[in-house]
């Protein structure tokens, strides 16, 4: 890419907590943005933890950098999503209850400033310039808020963010118009629906991460039975304000004795799940969409706007999003797809862009297809099985959809990967959704998980509303961040991706966007008369695939049918012993597009009037100071 001395670069980072992600824009335009985890392999790309801060996503940065092609000096910005000095000074002594060295603690509190501050040297250190004089700090949640409005295609728009925690803000309030945002309100910790839904995941058994399989159990129950326990801890009104009880959700200690005289006793992990938890689940949903929809209704009043940006991991809760956008007075809505802490490192770089720089607005967000994309290596891979399981493919959409119609799992890995936690047919496992078994065979067989859990659909955009009840369509819909119910007529027609409470989480795929699986889904409706297909995420209990060979190795491991990858069909059943052994002797995440070449690197800084970095310890205990997030259901 050609620079010029008007170019501007900017770079942003999210890791202070968990989903750790890098993003690089170039005079206002994604060139590229990356989840960590899906080069680690590790779910949530680490742990978020007190020690871990300074933790820096290597690979997403490289792989940026690598995109952008350019040098260290060229960055002009680098964001980082988190003010330490506000965290600091917000947090101690707020709860009653602590634990030792924990959040909330003043040495626990001392510690993860400390390592804070390492960022910017640590960044240094690993492009291999001194980038202190770049560096900048932006507040959690208005990297938040500049993730969705600085993207969305309204010229001005109501703004709420909703997550776990930022510094001290959970929760933001605001408006957006032209190039600038402000915030009308807050809500404060521990005044946290992404917290309290951590805290809910934990009772029911599923540990800190379960937040989707508690969306997905809310379904089957009756959310009267616990209501009104629910908001004996939980209060919301017309005039904008959240308040949660702190000292009865615990948020910073594992006991739950509080909640347990409210709900009853928790449940333990891998005990059954009755109607007890159902109706639990049921409830927080409940609330949730209450609360969601009071404080849409707040900004609506407010603002005067028909439009509203909704970020945070709790705006990946697709039941919420769709309730605010029907009953809270507004008539569109965006969401970006990785609008947990992710999408913070996009939002660092529209913040910098826009709100500091006062540049113009000139990107809309019409795609989450940022990562890298692997052609090269995907070809040096299909030249290494054996013969009889691959073909070379001349019309792969019509062979894969004809396949999908006679019962088989497809995967589909193609270009670019997604950027977020949904697979939108880059990184995507297919199957017919006319077919009421595949639910357990994917859920049981495949995938490894609870079997309540539904599946989504992607969908041919024009068609959507002759499948689906929606009263507003939204650019979200391509990002799987919506939920509608399945039109009554249309109902036992696609079971596969109908879940109990009648409703599908759905993709709307355009011609643009992504050509090759909008012709697999038109070739799918020329045969069945049906113009969707049940997608999910490509992965078994990991983090979905990023390389060719992770593509494979799953598709092996969890017995898909077919691996369809840039042009060519692999029969998984015919794949002999050989491709089990190249896969265990070859490590493709070390792929030539995460290095950058030498000639590009700089001699290092001369950084010696510090310390040298701390190495996080990883291993240490789980804080509870995570912000929530809701992954593929």
Same mark, same amino acid.
């Given at each position: 890419?050609?620079?010029?001395?008007?170019?501007?670069?900017?770079?942003?980072?999210?890791?202070?907590?968990?989903?750790?992600?890098?993003?690089?824009?170039?005079?206002?335009?994604?060139?590229?943005?990356?989840?960590?985890?899906?080069?680690?392999?590790?779910?949530?790309?680490?742990?978020?933890?007190?020690?871990?801060?300074?933790?820096?996503?290597?690979?997403?940065?490289?792989?940026?950098?690598?995109?952008?092609?350019?040098?260290?000096?060229?960055?002009?910005?680098?964001?980082?999503?988190?003010?330490?000095?506000?965290?600091?000074?917000?947090?101690?002594?707020?709860?009653?209850?602590?634990?030792?060295?924990?959040?909330?603690?003043?040495?626990?509190?001392?510690?993860?400033?400390?390592?804070?501050?390492?960022?910017?040297?640590?960044?240094?250190?690993?492009?291999?310039?001194?980038?202190?004089?770049?560096?900048?700090?932006?507040?959690?949640?208005?990297?938040?808020?500049?993730?969705?409005?600085?993207?969305?295609?309204?010229?001005?728009?109501?703004?709420?963010?909703?997550?776990?925690?930022?510094?001290?803000?959970?929760?933001?309030?605001?408006?957006?118009?032209?190039?600038?945002?402000?915030?009308?309100?807050?809500?404060?910790?521990?005044?946290?629906?992404?917290?309290?839904?951590?805290?809910?995941?934990?009772?029911?058994?599923?540990?800190?991460?379960?937040?989707?399989?508690?969306?997905?159990?809310?379904?089957?129950?009756?959310?009267?039975?616990?209501?009104?326990?629910?908001?004996?801890?939980?209060?919301?009104?017309?005039?904008?304000?959240?308040?949660?009880?702190?000292?009865?959700?615990?948020?910073?200690?594992?006991?739950?004795?509080?909640?347990?005289?409210?709900?009853?006793?928790?449940?333990?992990?891998?005990?059954?799940?009755?109607?007890?938890?159902?109706?639990?689940?049921?409830?927080?949903?409940?609330?949730?969409?209450?609360?969601?929809?009071?404080?849409?209704?707040?900004?609506?009043?407010?603002?005067?706007?028909?439009?509203?940006?909704?970020?945070?991991?709790?705006?990946?809760?697709?039941?919420?999003?769709?309730?605010?956008?029907?009953?809270?007075?507004?008539?569109?809505?965006?969401?970006?797809?990785?609008?947990?802490?992710?999408?913070?490192?996009?939002?660092?770089?529209?913040?910098?862009?826009?709100?500091?720089?006062?540049?113009?607005?000139?990107?809309?967000?019409?795609?989450?297809?940022?990562?890298?994309?692997?052609?090269?290596?995907?070809?040096?891979?299909?030249?290494?099985?054996?013969?009889?399981?691959?073909?070379?493919?001349?019309?792969?959409?019509?062979?894969?959809?004809?396949?999908?119609?006679?019962?088989?799992?497809?995967?589909?890995?193609?270009?670019?990967?997604?950027?977020?936690?949904?697979?939108?047919?880059? /990184?995507? =496992?297919?199957?017919?959704? !006319?077919?009421?078994?595949?639910?357990? $065979? #994917? @859920?049981?067989?495949?995938?490894?998980? *609870?079997?309540?859990?539904?599946?989504?659909?992607?969908?041919?955009?024009?068609?959507?509303?002759?499948?689906?009840?929606?009263?507003?369509?939204?650019?979200?819909?391509?990002?799987?961040?919506?939920?509608?119910?399945?039109?009554?007529?249309?109902?036992?027609?696609?079971?596969?991706?109908?879940?109990?409470?009648?409703?599908?989480?759905?993709?709307?795929?355009?011609?643009?966007?992504?050509?090759?699986?909008? /012709?697999? =889904?038109?070739?799918?409706? !020329?045969?069945?008369?049906?113009?969707? $297909? #049940? @997608?999910?995420?490509?992965?078994?209990? *990991?983090?979905?695939?990023?390389?060719?060979?992770?593509?494979?190795?799953?598709?092996?491991?969890a017995g898909i049918d077919y691996l369809a990858i840039e042009g060519h069909l692999i029969d998984?059943?015919?794949?002999?012993?050989?491709?089990?052994?190249?896969?265990?002797?070859?490590?493709?995440?070390?792929?030539?597009?995460?290095?950058?070449?030498?000639?590009?690197?700089?001699?290092?800084?001369?950084?010696?009037?510090?310390?040298?970095?701390?190495?996080?310890?990883?291993?240490?205990?789980?804080?509870?100071?995570?912000?929530?997030?809701?992954?593929?259901?």
């Amino acid at each position: 890419m050609k620079n010029d001395r008007n170019d501007i670069w900017i770079l942003g980072v999210n890791s202070a907590y968990h989903e750790p992600s890098a993003c690089i824009i170039h005079n206002g335009k994604i060139i590229g943005a990356a989840d960590e985890e899906r080069f680690n392999r590790l779910r949530h790309g680490k742990v978020a933890d007190l020690k871990n801060p300074h933790w820096m996503p290597e690979r997403s940065i490289r792989y940026c950098m690598e995109q952008a092609g350019i040098r260290v000096d060229e960055l002009s910005h680098i964001a980082f999503s988190i003010a330490p000095e506000l965290r600091l000074a917000s947090n101690v002594n707020v709860d009653s209850e602590t634990t030792s060295g924990g959040a909330g603690t003043p040495e626990g509190e001392a510690l993860f400033h400390e390592l804070l501050l390492q960022v910017p040297k640590r960044l240094s250190l690993l492009l291999g310039g001194d980038v202190r004089d770049s560096f900048r700090w932006v507040e959690h949640h208005l990297c938040h808020a500049a993730s969705t409005f600085f993207v969305s295609p309204f010229r001005d728009a109501a703004i709420l963010t909703l997550d776990g925690i930022g510094e001290t803000t959970t929760t933001w309030m605001g408006y957006g118009s032209g190039n600038r945002m402000q915030m009308l309100n807050s809500a404060k910790y521990p005044n946290s629906l992404g917290f309290l839904w951590t805290k809910l995941s934990r009772f029911l058994g599923f540990g800190n991460y379960g937040q989707w399989k508690v969306m997905a159990l809310a379904a089957y129950g009756d959310s009267d039975r616990y209501y009104g326990a629910f908001r004996k801890f939980i209060r919301y009104d017309d005039n904008g304000s959240l308040e949660i009880d702190g000292d009865t959700l615990q948020f910073r200690v594992e006991s739950c004795k509080a909640l347990e005289r409210l709900l009853g006793q928790k449940r333990a992990a891998q005990s059954p799940i009755d109607d007890h938890h159902k109706d639990i689940a049921a409830a927080l949903q409940q609330v949730t969409n209450e609360a969601a929809v009071a404080m849409a209704r707040w900004l609506r009043k407010q603002t005067g706007c028909k439009n509203i940006c909704l970020a945070g991991g709790v705006a990946l809760n697709c039941i919420m999003n769709r309730v605010v956008l029907n009953e809270s007075g507004f008539e569109d809505l965006f969401i970006q797809p990785a609008s947990n802490d992710g999408g913070t490192a996009l939002g660092g770089c529209y913040y910098i862009w826009n709100q500091l720089l006062g540049r113009e607005r000139n990107e809309v967000m019409v795609h989450a297809y940022l990562g890298p994309e692997y052609s090269r290596d995907a070809l040096c891979l299909i030249s290494q099985v054996n013969v009889e399981a691959v073909q070379k493919i001349t019309n792969l959409p019509e062979r894969a959809a004809k396949l999908i119609a006679q019962g088989k799992i497809v995967a589909l890995f193609q270009g670019r990967m997604e950027f977020g936690p949904r697979a939108l047919g880059n /990184r995507s =496992i297919l199957a017919d959704p !006319r077919r009421s078994d595949i639910i357990y $065979l #994917l @859920n049981e067989k495949v995938k490894h998980r *609870e079997g309540f859990r539904p599946f989504a659909a992607s969908v041919l955009a024009e068609r959507t509303k002759e499948w689906f009840t929606i009263r507003f369509e939204t650019m979200a819909d391509r990002f799987m961040v919506l939920a509608y119910p399945v039109r009554p007529e249309k109902l036992g027609t696609i079971p596969a991706v109908t879940h109990v409470d009648g409703t599908t989480r759905i993709q709307s795929v355009d011609r643009e966007s992504n050509p090759v699986f909008r /012709r697999i =889904i038109e070739e799918f409706d !020329r045969i069945t008369g049906v113009p969707l $297909l #049940l @997608n999910t995420s490509l992965n078994e209990s *990991e983090p979905i695939v990023c390389t060719p060979a992770d593509a494979l190795r799953t598709c092996l491991e969890a017995g898909i049918d077919y691996l369809a990858i840039e042009g060519h069909l692999i029969d998984i059943v015919r794949c002999d012993e050989s491709v089990y052994r190249m896969l265990e002797i070859t490590d493709y995440s070390n792929n030539h597009l995460l290095k950058q070449p030498s000639h590009r690197q700089p001699a290092p800084a001369d950084l010696s009037n510090g310390n040298e970095p701390v190495v996080a310890d990883c291993t240490s205990a789980v804080d509870d100071d995570v912000s929530v997030v809701f992954m593929s259901r």
